[in-house]
Structures are given as structure tokens and as C-alpha cells.
């Protein structure tokens, strides 16, 4: 059977042709430029109707360097809270029209400069979330990758808002929640040093310690992994605390499935919290309990701050801090000892 000869595209030069104009004249017709002649435009447009021509979408958007495109990198797409925030930017960017370039640094901070600058390169605007770099190195990448909004840092740099989550006073909230169950010997299993977040939360657990004396606190050195959570067990009966605040739920669900196979009861023994309240966090055994954190909306939030700097509109605040709070599940208790020492 004989192939159908397939019918020739149209594109710019036929129409040029047809009107009778130089090929950057149909560009700028197509493009919307308000200074070509009327007349020629209407012939432009005549011409353009008469061959039913098609702009191509990407070549438009190259010649107006704009790609319709933000950049998202993040720290680790494993981790469901960084999920949450890719969910919330996407969904609200689509709904303008916008599509999301994703890179993912494996929590290696040298690897973040060089994916920011590759997706700035590609896209019209950068979302940072929880860069790993040090403050130095985000003060002098940020003027390089306007328009950017971060998330979880802030940056002196001109027009980089910022989306936070308060997580000292998340943090202290859920260690008030151990101390008055009655735990005066607590742990927190540490986030990744290289975390801002985990900075905000020692900060705050340092404030935490000045009003209540009457609790040992305990720093172990951990990650932000399940597997990271799990490993930490050795320190944590190690360290003889009956409460632990682990740095987000999935260390906190590595920690209790450790717990498990070495036969420690959770809460009975050893009370657990975690922080984020992703979606599997209601459905550990026992349910966790965590603080909750608004993370779609902070990607919406993100994305609602990108908008305006592509638009060029001032953003209505610089910094946009969203407060999580404790929701108290079956993993955390009043300690063993008091329980035995309470009246029958």
C-alpha cells in the first residue's frame, strides 16, 4: 500500500509570504506587539487565518524568553513533606498555566547551586525548598536566580520572599505535650546539621529548657530518613529518656519499628513524636502523634508569591510563617513509673 503523503506544516515564512512582511513582522504580530502598523497586522493575521496557521507554543515562548515553566529543587523527593509542597506548587501553578520542573539534590548541598542555576536556566523563576547550602552561599546565589522564593530559609537578597514553618514553636509545643504527661527525661533524634529546620528546632528546645529546669533534655545525632530513625534506637534506650521527639514522621516511624523488634512498648515504655503529620502518620502502630504542618498550603503559597514576581507585582508579605500544631495520638503517654506509683 502506498504511503499517504503527509500535508506540508505551515509555518512563519508561508505566512510572511502570503502577507508580503519580513518574518520578524509576523513575530511580533504573533507575539502581540502593539507597534506594528494596524493594516499589516490585519494582513499578518488575514494571512495567518487564510493557511490556518498554528504557533508553535515553544517557539513563541523562546522568543519572548518565557517557558511557561518554574523549577522546584528539593532536598529529597522521598520524603513525603517535600512531596506535599511539590503538590500544593504544581496544583496551583497549573491552575495558571504553569508547569513544574522538578530536581531533587539528595541532601547533597554542594549539588543545589548547580541544579538551582541548570533550572533557572530552563524555567522562568526558581522555587528553593529547604536548601541545605550554607547562609554565605545562598546570600550570593539568590540575585542569580530571580525571580526565586524559598522555602524554609530566608535570604537577605532583594525581592526572595520566603514561606516558613515555625518550627521552634512546633518543636517546643510537642515537648511541653511530653513534659506534661510527666516525662522529665526527653530526647530529640536531630535532623540533618545541614537543615535550617533543624536549627529552628534545637532553638527551640533551647527555649524549652529555660522554663522547664525540671527536665533533662537529650541531643542524639541523627538524619531525616526512616532508615536514619531506625538506626537510632541503640541511642535512644542508650540515653534513658522516656520521651522522644524525633525530627519529623519518618524518622519517628523508623524509630518505632526498631523499638518493636527489640521489645519496647510504645507508649508504655517509651513515648514517640514525630513532626509534618504526613498522611501514614495516623496509621503507624500505635497511630503517631506529630505536629501538624499545613505543608500543601505552604506550596500554594509558594507558587502564590512566584506568580506575583513574575507578574511583577509586590508580594503582599516577604515572609509568610505558618504555624503547626500538635496532634496528640496513641504513641505518647504518661511515663510507666508514674502509672505504678498513681493510686489504684
Not at 525571580?147 to 530566608?154: H, Q, S, Y
Not at 524549652?208 to 534506650?237: C, M, N, R, W
Not at 506550596?299 to 509568610?320: F, I, K, P, Y
Request: hydrophobic share 40%; charged share 20%; net charge negative.
Amino acid at each position: 500500500m502506498a504511503k499517504r503523503d503527509r500535508p506540508a506544516r505551515i509555518g512563519i515564512s508561508d505566512v510572511a509570504a502570503k502577507a508580503g512582511v519580513s518574518l520578524a513582522t509576523v513575530s511580533r504580530v504573533m507575539n502581540g506587539n502593539f507597534r506594528v502598523d494596524p493594516d499589516i497586522a490585519a494582513r499578518v493575521r488575514a494571512a495567518a487565518t487564510e493557511l490556518k496557521y498554528q504557533p508553535n507554543p515553544m517557539g513563541r515562548n523562546l522568543a519572548r524568553g518565557k517557558t511557561d515553566t518554574i523549577g522546584v529543587v528539593v532536598p529529597d523527593l522521598g520524603n513525603p513533606t517535600f512531596q506535599g509542597v511539590l503538590r500544593g506548587v504544581s496544583r496551583a501553578a497549573a491552575h495558571d498555566g504553569y508547569r513544574v520542573l522538578i530536581a531533587d539534590s539528595s541532601e547533597v548541598s554542594s549539588e543545589e547551586s548547580i541544579l538551582a542555576g541548570e533550572a533557572r536556566r530552563r524555567c522562568d523563576g526558581v522555587v528553593l525548598c529547604a536548601p541545605r547550602m550554607g547562609s554565605s552561599e545562598l546570600e550570593e546565589l539568590a540575585p542569580s536566580l530571580h525571580p526565586l522564593v524559598l522555602v524554609n530559609r530566608t535570604t537577605d537578597a532583594e525581592d526572595s520572599p520566603s514561606v516558613m514553618v515555625d518550627y521552634g514553636q512546633g518543636i517546643q509545643d510537642l515537648a511541653t505535650h511530653l513534659a506534661d504527661l510527666g516525662h522529665v527525661r526527653i530526647a530529640y533524634v536531630s535532623g540533618p546539621e545541614s537543615s535550617a529546620s533543624n536549627a529552628l528546632r534545637l532553638a527551640g528546645l533551647e527555649k524549652f529548657k529555660q522554663g522547664h529546669p525540671h527536665v533533662e533534655l537529650a541531643i542524639l545525632h541523627s538524619g531525616s530518613t526512616f532508615e536514619d530513625g531506625y538506626e537510632s534506637a541503640g541511642d535512644v534506650v542508650a540515653s534513658g529518656a522516656t520521651g522522644i521527639l524525633a525530627f519529623n514522621d519518618l524518622t519517628a516511624m523508623g524509630l518505632l519499628s526498631s523499638l518493636n523488634e527489640r521489645g519496647i512498648k510504645v507508649p508504655e515504655d517509651v513515648s514517640v513524636t514525630g513532626f509534618d503529620d504526613i498522611p501514614f502518620a495516623q496509621y503507624t502502630t500505635p497511630p503517631l502523634t506529630t505536629a501538624a504542618v499545613p505543608i500543601t498550603e505552604v506550596g500554594e503559597h509558594a507558587w502564590a508569591q512566584m506568580r506575583d514576581l513574575l507578574n511583577g507585582t509586590s508580594t503582599t508579605e516577604s515572609v509568610q510563617v505558618f504555624q503547626p500544631h500538635v496532634v496528640a495520638r496513641g504513641s505518647t503517654g504518661v511515663p510507666a513509673k508514674l502509672k505504678a506509683s498513681s493510686p489504684k
